[in-house]
């Protein structure tokens, strides 16, 4: 037994680092590190939030190339190329490969105080996009303002509304295909663009520029035209490393496609987020409120507002527990007689999680999710998964 | 004969016996660079990122009387400029090691070998006390901060009294040692060891030859 695992020993001892090249000198540097995650779903069907499948169980694979290069002390340049069952699980059951990640980054001075950054990055809009790694998130699933479908339709722009349900209202989302739905912010939003952003001991900015608006599906981010593009900021404070509060507004056009007599200009996303976080030894306590609205030809601004609180507690070196609670409120849609009526259903999600990184460059993630949708009696509300990361 | 007397005698024979010391070269493999000290997402690094530390060996010698002292004192090991002071650290066992952060925001030091598994959790600057970890058994720990993924460093835990570390080049100096025959060690990685035997007499300093690996027990 012993002669049969060595092999997988040696393997895990020299995982972790993955491969780096380059001259001595240290002008240029290219490193790369393959990582293997793989997560199995189960619970009630249809599956809550973003997850695409239909089945009792499913089987998630990702492998994922990073890519990191330096010239000189200034320059740098990261890749993520992922194949997997599709961005949000199941929604490419067949397998697909994507770049998430191709950025340039130029940091001006010695220090964080200004970079500039262009190519395919996460949005820069809260906090938890820049701790969505599999490794840094002790979830495996996104909180609830960037995994939760709302019932505006980006893909119908003429007629956006989730219709035709009881009374005019709106039809249990999860009857219908996920794919003609926005969230409020669809996962880390790898949009492209371009943008700047720095840091300082109690301060941090960033400003970018980039082709799709925060709600929009992962097929809007590789389209490189710019001509509705999506602005967005972020200020963020923090009195010492305890503490770091951040402001995010971003403002762009939602829809993702042209449609007749409708000016995508004037169908606008703005969106507002307030994102807290204290940390202390073993705690991290962190939450975020998002308040978007998307803007309509005919059915008033449709509003949505959504929070979550999560905190992360290590019970011993490598062993995390953690909880997250979070809630998403909508307003009421005007009707085609003036009358108002509901657009998207008001929704809890609480979270329990667990992880266990049994070597550096191996953790084990466990979660279970109760998502309790209103005046949708079919949707999904059970979800458990177990996960696995490896990083090579 | 009376005790403090026989006391006496044995510290003044011991304060007379003239100490040698042990140079030599280690061959030092070549140590692959670190990650690109870059963070991926911003709101991790606020402040300028030093270069990491040079590489170094361990050197130290294990025979009669040179057990690690019971209660060996504190050392530090700093976070600063987002790497670690010292790429390695060699410490007698039972030494407990505190390790303050320079830097303005967290660092989070953990090491999950199988010589010494701790987690010293979100620390921020100037926090006192520093966390601590007690290495109470021999071997090498790897050190790596849970929020900057390319700070690495590596602990090694020795049963001696009498070690040191090498220059990047490879090159030390181990001095201060009585007379006597010693095993001597030294240590780049988990792969890289050797071991020879010294002989120390007369105050002077005998070149130790490491072309020759051998296996650290």
């Known amino acids: 037994m012993k002669a049969l695992l060595l092999p997988f020993t040696a393997a895990l001892a020299c995982a972790q680092d993955g491969i780096t090249f380059g001259p001595e000198n240290g002008t240029f540097q290219i490193d790369i590190r393959p990582s293997l995650e793989a997560v199995i779903w189960s619970g009630d069907t249809p599956a809550p939030a973003l997850l695409g499948y239909d089945d009792d169980a499913f089987f998630a694979p990702r492998f994922s190339l990073d890519i990191d290069a330096a010239a000189g002390e ?273 929704v809890w999600r609480t979270e329990l999680g667990g992880g266990w990184r049994i070597r550096p460059s191996v953790l084990l993630k466990a979660g279970y999710t109760f998502t309790h949708t209103e005046d949708d009696p079919v949707a999904g509300e059970h979800l458990w998964g177990t996960g696995i990361g490896w990083r090579f | 004969m009376h005790f403090p007397t026989l006391f006496l005698l044995l510290a003044l024979h011991a304060e007379a016996a003239p100490t040698g010391a042990v140079t030599g070269t280690l061959p030092l493999p070549a140590r692959p660079r670190g990650r690109i000290a870059v963070e991926k997402y911003t709101g991790t690094i606020s402040g300028k990122v030093s270069p990491p530390p040079p590489p170094r060996a361990g050197v130290w010698i294990e025979g009669t009387g040179t057990a690690a002292p019971a209660a060996p004192p504190k050392i530090a090991l700093n976070q600063t400029g987002y790497q670690f002071a010292q790429s390695l650290l060699v410490v007698p066992l039972r030494t407990t090691v505190e390790f303050p952060n320079d830097d303005p925001d967290f660092h989070n030091v953990f090491s999950l070998s199988r010589t010494k598994r701790f987690d010293a959790g979100r620390y921020k600057k100037s926090e006192r006390p520093a966390p601590t970890a007690t290495f109470d058994k021999p071997g090498l720990v790897r050190l790596q901060c849970e929020i900057h993924d390319h700070m690495k460093a590596v602990i090694l835990v020795v049963d001696s009294r009498y070690f040191t570390t090498t220059d990047a080049a490879g090159k030390f100096t181990l001095t201060g040692l009585p007379p006597g025959t010693y095993t001597l060690y030294a240590q780049f990685d988990e792969k890289a060891k050797w071991s020879t035997s010294v002989t120390i007499s007369g105050g002077k300093t005998v070149s130790a030859d490491f072309t020759q690996t051998a296996t650290v027990p």
């Not at chain 1, 906090?127 to 505006?152: E, M, N, R, T």
Request: aromatic share 14%.
């Open chain 1, 74 to 346: 200034n320059f740098t340049f990261h890749s993520t190329t992922r194949w997997d069952r599709g961005f949000d699980a199941g929604s490419a059951p067949d397998g697909e490969l994507r770049i998430d990640e191709a950025f340039l980054r130029w940091r001006v001075f010695d220090d964080q105080r200004l970079n500039f950054q262009v190519g395919k990055y996460a949005s820069f809009f809260g906090s938890w996009s820049g701790q969505h790694d599999f490794f840094d998130d002790p979830f495996l699933l996104a909180p609830l303002p960037y995994s939760q479908l709302i019932g505006v339709s980006p893909t119908s722009p003429g007629s956006p509304l989730n219709t035709g349900g009881p009374g005019g209202g709106a039809v249990p989302l999860s009857l219908k295909s996920k794919d003609q739905w926005a969230s409020m912010i669809w996962g880390a939003g790898y949009g492209i663009g371009g943008g700047a952003f720095g840091s300082t001991e109690h301060f941090d900015y960033a400003l970018e520029v980039k082709n799709a608006a925060l709600s929009s599906h992962p097929d809007a981010w590789q389209e490189i035209n710019f001509s509705h593009p999506t602005v967005t900021a972020r200020v963020g404070y923090r009195p010492d490393a305890t503490w770091a509060f951040g402001l995010s507004a971003s403002r762009g056009s939602w829809p993702e496609v042209n449609a007749v007599g409708v000016d995508r200009d004037n169908l606008v996303q703005n969106s507002l987020g307030l994102d807290v976080r204290w940390a202390r030894h073993d705690w991290i306590v962190s939450g975020e409120v998002v308040l978007t609205e998307f803007e309509t030809a005919s059915s008033g601004d449709l509003q949505a507002a959504s929070w979550f609180v999560q905190a992360r507690y290590k019970v011993s070196p490598g062993v995390w527990l953690a909880a997250r609670v979070g809630q998403m409120l909508a307003n009421d849609a005007v009707g085609p007689g003036g009358a108002a009526f509901a657009w998207q259903s008001d």
